[in-house]
């Protein structure tokens, strides 16, 4: 089985009001000029929408020269000086950025909204202050406190990055793309947000946004994934000689904030005027992408055991591959051609007396790679039985301490009378959970 995600670094768009049809729809109502509350935006940037443009373009003509692309790095770094998203790993204005904060934060955001990223980085951070604490941390504990992120290989790259940078770098980063990816866990996209974000360096990340940025101004007709190389060529010819971090902040809250997927508000983006698709009326068609054939549904099913007082039958998954090392309740294989009238044959095997109940409804879920449903039988068994060999009993009040993804939570959730995406802490009564394995 894949692991759940391959190293892309996509930063997902902040989830807000502001963003998408609805979105353009507020910020017409609301002359919106910049970035959306979601990322901190300050309240002094409320400024109208037609106040920005002649901004950008007196900033433009101030002695900024446009760059060989046609574009003017420096019109964007005056828009990012204005509206800047407030965030909490990001330096104050002319300060450096902590080089731990920057990747800390960079790890998170792959694939996963800010909104989703923030509580977790608070957590972290507080738990884990610095490079050295982090090492010095279980893998086990940094898998807990990350529990419902999802996309678990990058805690465990993240717990093996720390290590090797107190093992080879005497618990510093490296300034240079080169030495940072030789790093665990560090891709070309976070070697270049380090390294132009933490040191200053020219270098040019290129996230999911930066890419739908780069490909409407230049009208890329390239399709992605093969559109990657001339992409990243542009965003590198783009970026300038000084301030490459703000640069590349600056191109990520434009992605995430004005060059959205859907309905861009070009009609307040500092690149207005000289941006090939807003002049030719066809942003929304950037960037090209190759069709992927639909990822084929996995089935399964999940055995939820529990016992008077004691609590819930829990494993842990195989260190390696998808969901690596994470805590699970027994399931069948998933596979494409799952027989549901088979799946008790891979149930715990508890007592000879055993009696299973289908529990109502069915858990689904979205890997990156594929699509999964699950049903769920469920049991109770007696105070004296035993857990067998390479499981565990864990009590219903301490499952929320456990590394416990997204897909095993809703398996609990459902199983205890709930639907959803229920967040197990605090921990579900116990009557409900009776009510569920007796139906
Ligand atoms: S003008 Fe529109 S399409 Fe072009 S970069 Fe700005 S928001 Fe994106």
Redesign the pocket.
């Known amino acids: 089985m894949r692991a759940e995600v391959s190293r892309s670094a996509q930063h997902t768009p902040v989830a807000s009001p502001l963003v998408g049809e609805a979105g353009a729809a507020k910020r017409r109502r609301e002359g919106f000029p910049g970035p959306p509350p979601q990322g901190g935006r300050e309240p002094a940037q409320s400024a109208s929408r037609t106040s920005l443009v002649p901004r950008v373009r007196e900033n433009c003509s101030e002695g900024n020269p446009k760059n060989r692309n046609g574009l003017d790095p420096q019109a964007l770094l005056a828009w990012y000086d204005r509206h800047r998203r407030k965030l909490p790993w990001r330096a104050g204005a002319g300060e450096r950025a902590d080089p731990y904060r920057v990747w800390l934060s960079e790890i998170m955001l792959q694939q996963t909204r800010v909104s989703t990223v923030l509580p977790y980085y608070a957590k972290f951070l507080e738990r884990w202050p610095s490079v050295r604490a982090l090492a010095a941390a279980p893998l086990e504990e940094v898998l807990k406190v990350w529990a419902g992120l999802g996309y678990y290989a990058r805690a465990r790259n993240l717990h093996a990055c720390a290590r090797a940078l107190i093992e080879r770098h005497g618990g510093e980063f490296p300034h240079e793309e080169s030495e940072l990816r030789t790093l665990p866990g560090i891709g070309a996209y976070t070697a270049a947000a380090i390294a132009a974000i933490a040191f200053g360096r020219r270098a040019s990340p290129v996230d999911g946004n930066v890419e739908r ?1 780069i490909a ?2 230049f009208r890329v007709e390239a399709a992605l994934p093969a559109a990657k190389a001339e992409i990243r060529r542009r965003a590198q010819t783009l970026t300038p000689e000084t301030r490459a971090g703000d640069f590349a902040q600056a191109m990520m809250d434009l992605g995430a904030t ?2 959205t997927p859907a309905s ?3 009609d307040v ?1 500092p ?2 005027a000289d ?1 090939s ?2 002049r030719r009326g066809d ?1 929304e068609d950037f960037p090209r992408r190759e069709t992927k054939p639909a990822a084929k549904l996995r089935r399964g099913a999940a055995f939820f055991v529990l016992r008077p007082n004691r609590g819930v039958l829990v494993r842990s998954r195989p260190p390696r591959g998808l969901l690596g090392g994470m805590t699970e309740l027994p399931t069948t294989q998933w596979t494409a051609d799952f027989d549901a009238r088979r799946a008790l044959l891979a149930a715990p095997r508890l007592s000879s007396r055993q009696r299973w109940r289908r529990v109502p409804g069915v858990v689904t879920h979205v890997f990156t790679h594929f699509p999964l449903e699950l049903i769920v039988y469920g049991t109770e068994v007696s105070a004296r039985t035993l857990a067998p060999t390479g499981a565990r009993f864990v009590p219903l009040d301490r499952l929320h301490d456990e590394a416990l993804p997204n897909v095993m939570r809703k398996v609990v959730a459902l199983a205890l009378g709930g639907m959803g995406n229920r967040d197990v802490s605090p921990a579900p009564s116990r009557r409900a959970a009776w009510r569920a394995v007796r139906r």
């Open positions: 940025v409407r101004l004005i060059c861009p508000g070009c983006c690149w207005t941006c698709a807003r942003a």
